[in-house]
Structures are given as C-alpha cells and as structure tokens.
C-alpha cells in the first residue's frame, strides 16, 4: 500500500477515537513526536523525585516523612511506565537516559526551582502535581494506546500527590503567623512557574495542531492552562493565601478568572538551561546514574542466571 493511502487510513482510525497500538503503521512523526514527548515526561518525573527528595530527611513528622516518601516513589513509577511506553516505539532506554544526562533532552522546566522550605513541599503537591494531573487527565485519552493506558494509573497516584500536598498547605495556614508566612512565601514562589507548566501560548506553540489533529493532545495548553487557573483560585481562598498576580479577577463574560502575562523569558532562560538549578539536576542525574551500574549489573547478570536455570531445567524434563 502506498504511504498516501496508509496515512489516510491512520486518520480515520484516530478520528473514529480508535487506539493506536504499537504494531500499527503510524506515520514517522508520529512516532517521533510521541518518542519525544513520553521521554521527556518521563524523564520529568524522575528529575521531578529530586526537589522533593532534598526533603525526605527533614519532614516534620513521621507521617509527612512516609507521605513524601510514597509520593516521591511513586514518581520513580511514572518514569518507569513512561520509559517503557517510549520503548513500545522502538526507542531505546539507554539512549533516552544517555540524552537526559547529557543535557539534549528536555523535561518540565519547573523542576529546575530550588525547594527552599517545607512549605515548598506543600506548594507543589498542591500546584505542581496539580498542573500535572490537568494535563494528564487529558492524556488518559491520548491516542496511543501504551500512553493512555500508562496514565490512567499515573493520573490516580497523582491525585494522592496533590492531596498531601493542599493538606500541607491546610496545616500551615491554619498555623502560626511564621507558617502562614512560609506558606504565603512558597505560593508567591511557586505560582508563576506553575502556570508555565504548561507550555508556550497556542500561537506560539510549534507542536499543538498537529498533536491535536493526531489527537495525542486534547485540549490546548492555553485551554489547560485556564482551567488549572479556575481550579486553584477557590482553593486559594479556603486557604486564606493571596495568588501573587494583580491582574487575577473572575470574568463574568467569559466564565473564567482572567490572570496576569507570563513572564516567558524567564521560561525560555530555564528551558535553556540558565534556570537556578538546571545544572544539580543533571549533576544529580548523572551520578545516580554512574554510582548505580553495579545495580544495574547485577540486575542484569542475576536476570541471565535465572533464564539460564530455567533452561536448564527444560532440557531435563525433555
Ligand atoms: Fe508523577
Ligand atoms: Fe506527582
């Protein structure tokens, strides 16, 4: 069959809402815009495991401890999921790993903010997982069938990340005046970079049509982003805090709270790697990476052991 009629054919499967499966034809760029995409999610969610995991140690209770400690699991999980739906494609792990730690791949720029106090914690469960999960909703009817079905378990575990962090956020509002304020301090911090979570603005957004016609996006960044803001003013306002934007006021006309400009050179400063701790999150990537091989190693050798031993004991029975 000839590429043109292949195509066509790919179309109307994906415009009847049918899943695409690994073993199907697809389009080269499809392949490769999904190859980027899920890598770069994944490898966001394990450089996202290393502002939280900064921490672990200094929880303040034992319960917060084996919260953040389960939440910051579960995102090792997601990246794994994700690797292996990046691998359905015909990428290679190892490649996908080498690119992060070499700095040629992309992951979500928000997790190159530093996490200066424990109210931080509280701010991106409540915001930064609370992004994640807008745009993962959506993802769930992704047209690729290994990515869809991928984040239908992420997006659960996400919604436990974004609980523990508003309940965070409760506890320290409801505080002392020096909580509120550390509480306050993180929202200020946290709020701008969260919006940036979800892209450039539509006409400024090189990849959105065509995602949208393959169906991998549903919904528009800005489209995301709008909800996101809807969503998190009430919750705000149960909290007593103030969203550090002048501009924020309910649209009666359009059914939605207007908001303030983003400051994109600040977002473009960080995708390009000038953001204030772009280079800890590669160095910390990297040396997890070269410390872990003997894991890896001995993973891999106990694995042909026991493929060895299996064999083996079929050509007895035989
Ligand atoms: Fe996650
Ligand atoms: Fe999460």
């Known amino acids: ?84 739906a990046a691998e359905t494609l015909g990428a290679k792990r190892s490649d996908l790993l080498q690119q992060l730690i070499d700095g040629t791949a992309k992951y979500s720029s928000i997790f190159n903010y530093p996490t200066l106090t424990w109210a931080d914690i509280g701010a991106i469960g409540w ?8 745009n993962q909703v959506m993802l769930c009817r992704t047209s690729y069938g290994p990515y869809a079905r991928a984040m239908v378990r992420i997006c659960k575990e996400e919604s436990f990340h974004q609980r523990q962090g508003y ?41 959105t049509a065509q995602s949208m016609a393959w169906r991998i996006k549903r919904k528009t960044n800005d489209e995301l982003r709008q909800a996101f803001v809807d969503a998190s003013v ?47 999150r590669i160095a910390a990537r990297r040396k997890s990476q070269e410390e872990g091989k003997w894991v890896q190693e001995a993973a891999m050798a106990y694995a042909r052991k026991r493929k060895q031993r299996s064999q083996d004991q079929k050509t007895k029975v035989a």
């Not at 915001?127 to 807008?134: H, P, Q, R, S």
């Not at 409801?174 to 306050?184: R, V």
């Open 1 to 84: 069959m000839i590429e043109k009629d292949l195509n066509q054919i790919f179309q109307t499967r994906i415009d009847a809402d049918e899943k695409i499966e690994a073993r199907d034809w697809m389009p080269e760029k499809y392949r490769q815009t999904l190859i980027r995409q899920i890598s770069q999610h994944a490898h966001s969610e394990v450089v996202g495991m290393l502002p939280e995991g900064n921490w672990i140690t200094r929880a303040p209770s034992l319960r917060r401890k084996v919260a953040l400690l389960a939440k910051v699991q579960d995102e090792a999980g997601h990246g794994l999921y994700l690797y292996s």
């Open 127 to 134: 915001l930064v997982d609370g992004a994640a999960i807008m």
């Open 167 to 207: 309940e965070i956020m409760i506890a320290l509002s409801q505080g002392s005046e020096e909580q509120k304020a550390m509480a306050q301090d993180a929202l200020n911090r946290w709020w701008w970079p969260s919006l940036m979570m979800f892209g450039p603005n539509d006409d400024e957004s090189k990849h």
């Open 234 to 280: 009430p919750q705000a306002e149960y909290l007593g805090l103030t969203i550090p934007d002048e501009y924020l006021k309910w649209n009666e006309e359009r059914g939605h709270y207007d908001f303030g400009p983003i400051d994109w050179d600040e977002f473009w400063q960080v995708v390009k790697g000038y953001g204030p701790c772009n280079a800890e």
